[in-house]
């Protein structure tokens, strides 16, 4: 379906500008005037950047961004008296992602037939996290859907935010990684051989660093199909001894044992951890409930076994904060502030506290460590370069002095 470009009013008179997807330009005004809004211009979109995104969406993805869009949407309607089903028939024609689209299609359908919200989207997994059925639950029992829905949308944002400052930590030294391997494989193998050969043809005694160069070379030369091969087998091994649980549980032990990275990891998931838990007590659901979709969501088998620990431990009518201190995984203040909510019976505020303090110190030390990170890279690249520069210009100097 198309997208369109509008401009309208809202209900106080308010301009307010965005994009709708619809069948055609009149299905786009009755969407928009469903939401009380009185459009004043509207025209095809013609953003380039929506294709691209389109293509993203047919690939099966709703990013966490989107689903805190739709939760903020669907409160607003929800807390302006709006009901559930037309509330959702709209977010429905509003959405531009097909999965979304599709998603609230089958709930609202689901929900008309007299099912329940919650069981509805949890049908849909792949769309929804679980999160989000498990707060819509408690939102319907307590009777305050709208500010449930403001604090999972609040919860999403956070959560994006946070994995965005970590993934940019560690792109960017994964890509200047990468320009080095190609730069220097280039060298090695069109470069340096028009050397050897002009090399080959004096007689003359090569510094150690330039024999070394150009065996490297040769040898690289002579391999090549080799060295590519065992690369891509040992990248494909890797790969799948990660997919085992052993080999993840070893391999996400490891990423945490690491300097400053780890520091990174583990503050990112305690901090998702603690989030989400917080999230979950706050809005009604149960300790134990609330813990399983903890473990479910964190993606970490090493913090999910942590979680599982103190899940066995509230079942048996204890509390989560020795288990968790037991593992030796989580920074000593977790579980001490954790025990404090427990005995307080203020568990939620600590959680949220926690989860704050250290998604903010994960936010820090990831651009604390990309501006660590990018000397150290340029160090390294320099070197390399100053020793294959060299490596040629040395000898070259020689045979100018000969002549």
């Not at 097909?98 to 359908?109: D, I, T």
């Not at 919860?155 to 940019?168: A, F, G, P, Q, S």
């Not at 007689?203 to 070379?217: A, G, K």
Request: glycine share 8%.
């Amino acid at each position: 379906m198309p997208h369109y470009n509008y401009a309208a009013r809202d209900l106080t008179g308010k301009h307010v500008k965005g994009t709708i997807q619809a069948a055609d330009e009149r299905a786009a005004g009755d969407a928009l005037r469903e939401i009380g809004y009185f459009v004043t211009n509207m025209e095809v979109s013609r953003d380039v950047g929506l294709y691209f995104k389109e293509l993203r969406q047919r690939m099966g993805r709703v990013s966490l961004m989107e689903i805190a869009s739709f939760a903020r949407q669907f409160a607003t309607m929800i807390g302006a008296g709006i009901s559930l089903i037309p509330s959702l028939r709209i977010l429905e024609q509003q959405t531009d992602n097909r999965l979304l689209q599709s998603a609230l299609g089958n709930v609202s359908s689901a929900v008309t037939r007299g099912e329940t919200l919650a069981g509805s989207m949890a049908q849909h997994r792949k769309v929804f996290p679980d999160i989000v059925p498990e707060l819509i639950t408690a939102g319907e029992v307590s009777g305050s859907l709208d500010a449930v829905l403001d604090r999972l949308a609040e919860y999403l944002e956070r959560e994006h935010v946070l994995n965005e400052k970590v993934r940019t930590a560690l792109y960017y030294p994964t890509i200047v990684l990468a320009v080095m391997i190609i730069g220097f494989n280039f060298l090695m193998y069109f470069v340096m051989p028009s050397f050897i050969e002009l090399f080959s043809s004096f007689d003359m005694n090569l510094p150690v660093t330039t024999r070394l160069v150009i065996w490297f070379s040769k040898f690289f030369r002579n391999n090549f199909f080799l060295l590519t091969g065992l690369s891509i087998l040992g990248l494909f091994m890797l790969h799948r001894y990660y997919k085992t649980p052993q080999g993840k549980k070893r391999t996400e032990l490891f990423l945490f044992n690491l300097p400053i990275i780890g520091q990174l990891f583990l503050k990112k998931e305690v901090a998702k951890f603690c989030l989400t838990l917080g999230t979950l007590v706050k809005s009604g659901v149960p300790l134990i409930t609330a813990l399983n979709v903890a473990e479910k969501t964190t993606g970490n088998s090493v913090i999910a076994e942590a979680i599982a620990q103190a899940q066995a431990s509230v079942r048996r009518g204890g509390g989560i904060a020795r288990p968790l201190q037991a593992t030796g995984l989580f920074p000593p203040m977790v579980p001490q502030m954790i025990r404090v909510g427990e005995e307080t019976g203020k568990l939620e505020e600590m959680l949220e506290k926690i989860g704050t303090f250290y998604s903010t110190d994960a936010m820090r030390l990831a651009e604390r460590m990309t501006s660590l990170i990018e000397p150290v890279l340029i160090i390294v690249l320099g070197v390399g370069v100053a020793v294959i520069v060299t490596s040629i210009y040395m000898p070259l100097f020689e045979m100018m002095n000969i002549e």
